[in-house]
Every structure is written in C-alpha cells, then in structure tokens.
C-alpha cells in the first residue's frame, strides 16, 4: 500500500545535421518526487559517453566486439544546465552518469523540480544496439537510442540507481511524458515514439490518409511502401528542413 514511483516529463527540441552527423538538443526536464525522502540532488544518465575513448565500457569490454570500443570519439557535449527560471547548476561527471546539484531538496510525495538542459552528440557510425547509421540504397539510416540525458531511477529498495551503462542494461528508466520535436532534413521520414501531432506538416495527402486508415485498422497499414522511399513525391514540396512532433504519455523513454 505505500509503494511509490517516481515521474520525470521532458519536453525536448532537437535537429539533426545530416552532413556532420550531428545531433544538437535542449530539453526541460519535470521531476516529480513520490518518495517519501527529500532529494537534496538527481543523478542522470549520461549514456552517449561510453563512445568516448577512456569510458569504463571502452576500458573494459574487448575493443571491435559487441559493445567494445571501435575508434571512434563521442560522448555528451553538455553546453547549459539551470533550473527553470533560476541559477546555473553544477553537473559532476562520472563517466556514464552524472550527479546534479539543487538549489534546495525536492521535497517528498509530490515535490517537483524543473531543469533546463542543452548538448550535443556526434552520432557513432556504429554504436550499441539500436544506435548508429546504416548505409544503404538511397543514403543513411539514422537509428537513435541513448540519445538525451535522463533522469536515473530513484527507488524504494535501493535509492538511486547509478551502475554505468557499459552498452547493455540501460532499461531501467522512470515512467514520464513525452513531448519532442525532431528536425530532420525534407527528405528524410521519421519513426518514432508516441503519436504524430503535426502530420499536415511532415507528411503528403496520400500519406495522411492512410495513416488515418491505420488508426481504424487491427492490420498493419504502410505509410511509405518501400516502392515509394526515396522519391520526391513522397515528401511534402517545398524547401528546408522539416520539423515532426510527437507525444507520448506514460512511457519510459523516447
């Protein structure tokens, strides 16, 4: 009857430089504390820094392997963190993870405190699972997971959760809502997290119709047939980069 959780919101901006392979975000990040305790800081997950060279995952796991380090130089760009509203904060680094320091404890059952974060990622040809660029036909697949700072699991047995992610074990997240707008180049689509919000903006007529078909459908509905990908009618006209934004409630990452 006293079991609790913790929720963390974030609502974040992000684009991709498709040439320098570039991912550049900012965040604000709503951490709602259920526990019974204060929370005098937060730890985050910092996990694009295992792509850094002397990470405790390059160290320790076998170079050119699953998870092992493969030459190439990453991590987290961290250029601001403040409250809302407020002062600068002060965000130690411990390789994969990172304690931020609060202007006063988060108070118990209910408390919340809100952040704002800033950084940048060069995007790892091949990384751990579900994160990389594949090359094909008509150019490159971006695939990207680990890919924002986000709140450690703080838990009713344990405390705070802060093992390193050294490319596996990762799924040990809060519960929150999501609310993100992804810019991409015109040509690309994207697939995503939580359900489209602006699909008269990212997406063509034909496109829009059968994704309305497919929120009526039990079966599965394609959006863009693989005859289709790559061509310019399948993208709205115009110029320019595209912004896609979605939403996503109670879920436990984006």
Request: charged letters at 25%; zero cysteines; a negative charge.
């Given at each position: ?11 974040i ?8 392979k ?17 929370l ?6 910092l996990?694009q820094n295992l ?5 405790m ?11 092992g380090?493969?030459g ?6 961290i250029?601001?963190?403040k409250?809302?509203?407020?002062p ?7 390789d ?8 006063k404890?988060?108070?118990?059952k209910?408390g919340k ?8 990622f060069?995007?790892?040809p091949f ?10 036909e ?5 695939e990207?997971?680990?890919w924002?700072?986000a709140?450690c ?6 405390g705070?959760n ?7 074990g990762e799924?040990y ?27 008269g903006d990212?997406?063509?007529e034909e496109q ?7 929120r009526?459908?039990d079966?599965?509905?394609?959006i ?11 993208r ?11 939403k ?5 990452t984006?």
């Open positions: 009857p006293d079991y609790w959780q913790q929720q963390v919101n974030y609502r901006e992000a684009s991709l430089d498709e040439e320098k570039r991912i550049t975000a900012k965040a604000v990040v709503e951490y709602i504390n259920n526990s019974p305790m204060e005098p800081f937060l730890w985050l997950h996990e792509f850094r060279s002397k990470s995952g390059a160290q320790s796991i076998e170079p050119g392997t699953r998870f380090f493969r190439f130089e990453g991590g987290f760009d250029t601001s963190v409250a809302v509203d407020g600068d904060l002060k965000l130690s680094v411990y994969t993870v990172g304690r931020l320091e609060l202007p404890p988060v108070a118990p209910g405190f809100s952040f704002e974060i800033a950084w940048s060069n995007i790892p990384g751990a699972d579900r994160m990389g660029i594949d090359k094909v008509l150019g490159e697949i971006f990207l997971a680990q924002f700072p709140a699991v703080y838990d009713d047995v344990y705070w802060t093992l390193p992610y050294l490319g596996s799924f997240t809060n519960f929150g809502d999501f609310d993100v707008k992804l810019t991409v180049p015109r040509g690309h689509i994207v697939a995503s997290t939580g359900v489209l919000q602006n699909e990212v997406l063509t829009r119709k059968r994704l309305a078909k497919a009526e459908s079966k599965p509905v394609v863009v047939g693989q005859d289709e990908a790559g061509k310019a009618e399948m709205p006209s115009g110029e320019g980069p595209l912004t896609w934004h979605f996503a409630e109670k879920v436990r984006f």
